[in-house]
């Protein structure tokens, strides 16, 4: 299985390696740019459609995303705000969406569990009005060691109230790093995060899963304990990218493949 | 699911027993504690190839029900022959004793946790996990946190079967008392007991929050279970645990629980699960025993009981000794897994790990698994040919 994945990065590195000169150009110039394809299973998004996102891009020819998210959706560093993965969601989602206007505005709440995030959601939603909310959950919990059954309710409320408000939603789980994976009990987490998506047929960005991928082919060494901000800026980069495929491939928006594809 | 087929299976049934004559030991309980004890610490380890192996990944159940169950069996066994030979006060005694023995070694264990997340937290500062390593943020206060700890409310990752384990062990004394008594009784109990922390949601409360993983309220059932199997349940189940009825029954059930968790890795099946089935399954709750995680076990344990005889031949194979010998030391194996599964984890991160380097040391770590259990085979066969009083204290060890 674990070879299967390996051979299919491989292949895609492979393919994309000629793309990057033409990708550098939207990323600020100090970002090394990565070819870290996503093996397509990874985004496969299966019968899920965002109606919401499909109807406003061709009708609106508009799109707006809210990232709710904790402080692994923000990075620390001077220019974070247009590094982190929700500036660069919106370069590649205006990339592949040429003739769109697409705003991606981001609600952090660092240090807040998926319950006290999903009690604030209705009234976050309301004041943003977004075509989509990508929810990014679970590191909160899993570091206070909420009840997963308590955990698993809040984002099953949550993904109810953004329903309700008449908004597309996509859950995002935890990062994965080799070196906190001791220390941190993920499985439960990833486990319930995965379940609420699969019930409530929302798209699931399986950010763990990603990452572990590109640790293991070695795309990216994510146990490397350096204090630079070059390895954190490279991964938002291509959880960015990775993203903006997944929310084109679950619009269902028959748009020109990227540009990694030539 | 085997209960509700107990009126069925009455009506076929093979005339055989099930129950261990008293003294002999039941090596089918050492040999599948020693393999439950094998796929807990290849659970505990970052996933890998073998990790494909463990049970988790084919049903609801996984090592831990095997465990308890057979814990609260040997238990049984052991200090009910005990509490007949040397009356309740002394047989107690040892359970308390043996209580606090786990509770030493999850304090023990807890200390080599501190030090390798000391040992990260003052190296590993990486921006792109800055809020992750707010985990460390008890290192801040460590007078809270090491008084929780001993006070089983604060629990690292991987460190929950021990304090459930202990909580089982203290309570035991009286459980025995009544199981001798009346067996049926004590098992009603524990049903209702079990029925009650469903419906008003007892638990056992953990810092800085949220409540015990493993909820003792709700898996005192398995160990009762297990303990009533040991004083005579078994035998009197012999007819139904050998009625093909049974094994149909645990079998659609094992196939069952398989495709459903096939859903959860392969999500593009998930509509083979009907909407239906999933509200009424979802979610199978880890934590209080899920009525759908026991039942899971109980098919597995009838299949077992049904096709692996007492006397098979391979509990005496050459082959199967290293699994046996853990299943007879599993405090022990059980204690040196953990520190094994975090020098694992922790050798896996600093070396970089390839599929390989995963590989490598999960067999190494069974190995020397093995190697121990074996050293206290050894140890104790001296101890007890010597005559040393170190046997009588060490006859706890199969509990």
């Known amino acids: 299985m674990k070879g299967i994945l390996a051979a299919v990065v491989a292949a895609g590195l492979l393919a994309g ?5 033409q990708d550098a150009s939207s990323a600020p110039a100090q970002v090394e740019q990565k070819s870290c394809e996503v093996p397509p299973d990874l985004l496969a998004t299966g019968d899920v459609t965002l109606e919401k996102v499909a109807a406003a891009v061709k009708d609106n020819k508009k799109l707006d995303v809210l990232v709710v998210g904790s ?5 620390a560093s001077a220019d974070g705000a247009t590094v982190a993965y929700p500036a660069r969601l919106e370069a590649y989602l205006r990339e592949r969406l040429p003739n769109v206007t697409v705003t991606v505005t981001t609600n952090l709440q660092p240090k807040r569990t998926a319950e006290e995030v999903a009690e604030a959601l209705p009234a976050i939603v309301s004041e943003h009005k977004p075509d989509l909310v990508i929810w990014q959950t679970g590191t909160v919990d899993a570091i206070r060691a909420i009840h997963p059954d308590d955990f698993r309710n809040a984002v099953d409320e949550g993904i109810t109230a953004a329903k309700a408000a008449d908004v597309d939603a996509v859950l995002m789980n935890l990062q994965y790093s080799p070196r906190i994976e001791t ?3 993920t499985t439960p987490y990833l486990d319930n995060i995965r379940a609420v998506a699969q019930q409530q ?3 699931l960005f399986d950010r763990y899963s990603i990452m572990q991928t590109w640790n293991e082919s070695g795309v990216f060494d994510l146990s490397n304990s350096s204090r630079s901000f070059a390895l954190a800026k490279s991964v938002h980069d291509c959880l960015g990218r990775a993203l903006a495929n997944l929310v084109v491939a679950a619009a269902k928006l028959d748009v020109t493949e990227p540009k990694v594809q030539h | 699911m085997t209960v509700t087929a107990a009126d069925d299976a009455m009506a076929l049934q093979k005339p055989l027993t099930v129950a261990p004559p008293v003294g002999e030991r039941e090596l089918r309980l050492d040999l599948f504690r020693g393999l439950a004890l094998w796929l807990i610490f290849i659970d505990h380890l970052p996933a890998n190839v073998l990790t494909l192996f463990t049970l988790r990944n084919y049903g609801f159940s996984d090592a831990t029900e095997i465990f308890i ?3 609260g069996y040997t238990a049984a066994f052991v200090y009910g022959r005990a509490m007949q030979d040397r009356g309740f006060v002394v047989a107690s005694a040892r359970v308390i004793k043996r209580a606090w023995q786990i509770y030493v070694a999850h304090i023990f264990l807890f200390t080599i946790y501190l030090a390798e997340i000391s040992w990260i937290a003052t190296r590993f500062q990486n921006p792109l996990y800055a809020e992750e390593m707010n985990i460390l943020d008890f290192l801040k206060s460590p007078d809270v946190t090491i008084v929780q700890a001993l006070l089983l409310r604060f629990r690292p990752t991987n460190m929950d079967v021990l304090p459930l384990y202990i909580v089982l062990m203290v309570f035991f004394p009286p459980v025995l008392w009544l199981l001798r008594k009346k067996a049926d009784l004590a098992l009603a109990l524990s049903v209702l007991l079990y029925a009650v922390t469903w419906e008003f949601e007892l638990a056992l409360p953990s810092y800085p929050s949220g409540s015990w993983f493993f909820n003792p309220y ?4 398995l160990f009762v279970f297990g303990a009533w199997c040991a004083l005579g349940g078994a035998k009197r189940m012999s007819r139904i645990l050998h009625s093909r009825i049974t094994v149909g029954l645990a079998i659609a059930y094992l196939l069952f629980a398989f495709s459903v968790t096939l859903t959860w890795h392969f999500p593009r099946y998930d509509f083979l699960v009907p909407a239906a089935v999933q509200r009424w399954i979802y979610p199978i709750s880890k934590t209080d025993l899920d009525v759908l995680r026991f039942a899971h076990f109980l098919a597995l344990a009838a299949l077992t009981v049904y096709f ?7 509990l005496k194979s050459a082959w199967l000794r290293p699994m046996l010998l853990c299943g007879q030391h599993s405090l022990e194996i059980f204690c040196f897994s953990v520190f094994l599964a975090f020098a694992g984890s922790f050798a896996i991160t600093e070396l970089g790990g390839s599929a390989w380097i995963h590989f490598v040391i999960s067999v190494a770590g069974i190995g020397l698994m093995c190697a121990a259990a074996w050293l206290l085979a050894w140890y104790k066969g001296v101890a007890e040919k010597s005559g ?11 509990s």
């Open chain 1, 71 to 75: 402080g692994s959706s923000s990075l």
């Open chain 2, 69 to 71: 169950f057979i814990s």
């Open chain 1, 183 to 185: 220390m941190l009990p």
């Open chain 2, 218 to 221: 709700a898996w005192q059932l």
């Open chain 2, 388 to 398: 040393s009083r170190a046997a009588s204290g060490a006859s706890g060890g199969v």
């Open chain 1, 17 to 21: 390696a000629p793309a990057c000169a």
């Open chain 1, 201 to 203: 047929d929302v798209p």
């Open chain 2, 308 to 314: 692996i005889p007492k006397d098979w031949p391979w």
